[in-house]
């Protein structure tokens, strides 16, 4: 390179925020004379990527907010995006514009990973000095996983145990006072052939309302460089109240530290997951996601405003604080813990198949794959009741008040608290439903605004006790669990409206209503709300003796019979002492559809209902 002084292409993607930026601060330190703040609006995030309107909706004004932040520390700059794909854009606009470094915060996982080896590889070579800083987690997560002799952290005592060895989380940095001008912007001779977008799959093909435009041209519609508009990718206005971006980030941090009681006295296990307005946690994970919100800034926050409170302003001495895994701390090691974990197993943590630290279950609707060992797309259909099932759950009709009003606050708002997350993840696995944590993860990852793929994927095997957590045989209730955080049911109210007439006594099973009760909350069961679609007592049951058939012949994920497709005969045979349990439970879940026939007609609606004081009363279904 000519140049003497340093010409930075800075690559924004999970770390939109100029706060507690350790890449950003490298950058600056280069004391460029040139500095291009860029993102490239990658055609697989948009296609092959499972993401729903309210996260990309989320990331689109996560950008917008960093842009007005850029020209705020200088009017000529702002953050200009380049749409296509990272691995032939980067490369071509470091020659365009005569870089010197490139610069971004490191990222260890999924996708994002394998991404930025390439381009490394190719700036590398055409003589472009890469600067990759760590930033999104408090610890490196391969200097974890070193510190752990190669090995995935599996519980946090062992991530604990780790990372006592490495130097302790900074203090966050600054945003910087002001920002060097970005040179010539021209994008001549560039031309969309050398940035390909495939023309293949579309795996949101079924939200879009109409085509998608934004990868008509290179840098917008008028040349600028602008940042893309749901319309520009067909889709319909988000449904979320979160906003997103750095801004709403810090008020919402310094909003939930006033209470300094609230974080002194924070106690995961005892927030509610009813509670939605506010919530009972932070809600800050979509922040930490996209790095609107630095991990830092959150950890020393938290630490100083519970010193505060330990002594306050007056001298007087508080001791009423909770310790991790419980509290706010503590969140952040689980976190760091999945970060680690992922690290070590790299990509097939996402999935079963090939996945060390992942128990084999033999789960209905797993992935598919080829004799070759590729994932089969779309999966071949299972068997219609494990689909049907499946579909229920997904879309909030299961029948059961608490699982269907988390499932419809998913997809409305894009997070729900931790403790439903565990409700819906442990009654689609383990719990009731004996469908692979797999499917439940991808619908994670189209709805969740907070999407992870260590912390989605670490979480359904805890959850699913396919990995980090193994005591199967306590399962969440759908009725008892909810009841202990609240007992009228609001979360059910907010999210399945057709119930919130039902008293107090009925709200989590309205199905056990008599008739006159639910003629008067003006929903009957069966017709304006689902009959349960199980038995949740047999399904509980059987789910039981087949995990406990599955962790005694104790394959994993990478073992040869999982890979090679006989492990499913091999825990059949495991399973054939427990023969007599199948047989029971299967007595008793035709005993649960013979019940629910009997209160529906062959389309699924009412046909009779029981009295208050006992009679049957015939119902006439209207259509
Ligand atoms: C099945 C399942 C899937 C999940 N998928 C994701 C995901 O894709 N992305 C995600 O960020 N979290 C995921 N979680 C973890 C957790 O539910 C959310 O991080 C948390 O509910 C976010 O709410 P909050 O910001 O109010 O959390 P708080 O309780 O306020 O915690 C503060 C921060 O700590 C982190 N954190 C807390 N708990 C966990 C945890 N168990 N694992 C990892 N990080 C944690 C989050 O960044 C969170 O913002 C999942 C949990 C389950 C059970």
Redesign the pocket.
């Known amino acids: 390179m000519s140049s003497l002084q340093a010409r930075v292409l800075y690559w924004f993607r999970t770390d939109l925020r100029l706060h507690d930026s350790p890449a950003l601060h490298a950058a600056l330190g280069l004391n460029p004379e040139v500095f291009y703040p860029i993102w490239t609006w990658d055609p697989q995030y948009v296609f092959a990527h499972r993401v729903g309107v309210n996260r990309l909706s989320f990331l689109l004004e996560g950008m917008q907010d960093l842009s007005l932040s850029l020209t705020a520390c200088n009017p000529k700059t702002k953050l200009h995006v380049v749409r296509g794909p990272p691995q032939t854009v980067v490369p071509a606009l470091c020659k365009a514009w005569n870089i010197t470094h490139l610069v971004y915060e490191k990222d260890t996982a999924g996708y994002a990973a394998v991404r930025d080896a390439e381009v490394k590889a190719s700036v590398t070579k055409a003589g472009v000095q890469v600067v990759d800083v760590l930033g999104h987690s408090l610890y490196d997560p391969q200097a974890i996983v070193d510190q752990n002799k190669g090995n995935p952290t599996m519980s946090i005592s062992s991530w604990i145990t780790a990372s006592n060895k490495l130097p302790a989380p900074s203090r966050p940095l600054l945003p910087p006072p002001s920002l060097p001008p970005p040179g010539n912007t021209t994008l001549i001779p560039f031309s969309r052939k050398d940035h390909p977008v495939a023309n293949g799959v579309d795996v949101n093909e079924d939200d879009r309302e109409t085509v998608v435009t934004c990868y008509d041209t290179l840098a917008g519609r008028d040349g600028d460089f602008s940042i893309p508009t749901l319309e520009e990718l067909g889709l319909p206005p988000a449904t979320t109240s979160i906003r997103g971006g750095e801004t709403e980030a810090l008020k919402r941090l310094e909003a939930y530290c006033a209470d300094k009681a609230q974080v002194a006295r924070f106690a995961?296990p005892k927030?509610s997951p009813a509670e939605f307005d506010p919530?009972a946690?932070?809600?800050?994970?979509p922040y930490?996601?996209f790095g609107c919100l630095g991990s830092r800034e959150?950890l020393w926050r938290v630490r100083d405003t519970i010193s505060q409170w330990i002594m306050d302003q007056n001298g007087n001495k508080n001791d009423d604080t909770t310790k991790h895994p419980e509290n706010?701390e503590g969140?952040?090691l689980?976190?760091e813990m999945?970060f680690a974990a992922e690290c070590a197993v790299g990509l097939p943590f996402g999935q079963i198949r090939g996945n060390a630290i992942c128990r084999f279950i033999d789960w209905r609707l797993q992935n598919q794959y080829d004799a070759s060992g590729h994932r089969i797309h779309p999966r071949p259909l299972g068997d219609a009741e494990d689909e049907e099932r499946f579909s229920a759950w997904q879309d909030g009709r299961t029948g059961f008040p608490w699982i269907d009003a988390i499932m419809r606050q998913l997809r409305q708002e894009g997070?729900?608290?931790?403790l439903a997350?565990?409700s819906v993840?442990c009654f689609l696995t383990r719990g009731q439903c004996y469908i692979s944590w797999e499917r439940?993860a991808e619908v994670?990852d189209k709805w969740?605004i907070?999407?992870?793929p260590c912390?989605?994927a670490?979480?359904?095997m805890?959850?699913s006790c396919s990995a980090f957590f193994s005591m199967y045989y306590r399962v969440y209730g759908v009725k008892s669990f909810p009841e202990k955080f609240d007992k009228t049911g609001k979360l059910v109210r907010k999210f399945c409206p057709e119930l919130a007439k039902f008293p107090d006594k009925f709200i989590y099973t309205p199905h056990l209503a008599p008739v006159d009760v639910q003629e008067k909350a003006g929903c009957i069961i069966g017709r304006d709300y689902p009959f349960p679609m199980l038995d949740k007592k047999v399904e509980k049951e059987r789910c039981i003796q087949r995990v406990k058939a599955a962790y005694a012949l104790g394959l994993y994920g990478n073992d040869a019979a999982v890979l090679n497709g006989s492990a499913v005969a091999k825990l059949k045979n495991a399973d054939s002492p427990n023969a007599t349990n199948r047989e029971a439970s299967e007595g008793g879940a035709n005993h649960h559809r013979r019940k629910r026939q009997e209160c529906h007609s062959k389309d699924g609606l009412p046909t009779k209902r029981t009295r208050a004081d006992g009679t049957i009363k015939k119902y006439l279904v209207q259509k």
Do not use: E, V
Not at 281 to 285: A, E, M, V
Not at 415 to 418: F, L, M, V
């Open positions: 995961k927030t919530p946690t932070t809600q800050l994970s930490l996601k959150f706010l969140q952040l689980f976190r999945y997070w729900i608290h931790h997350r565990h993840a439940g994670f969740l907070d999407w992870d912390a989605n670490g979480n359904w805890w959850l």
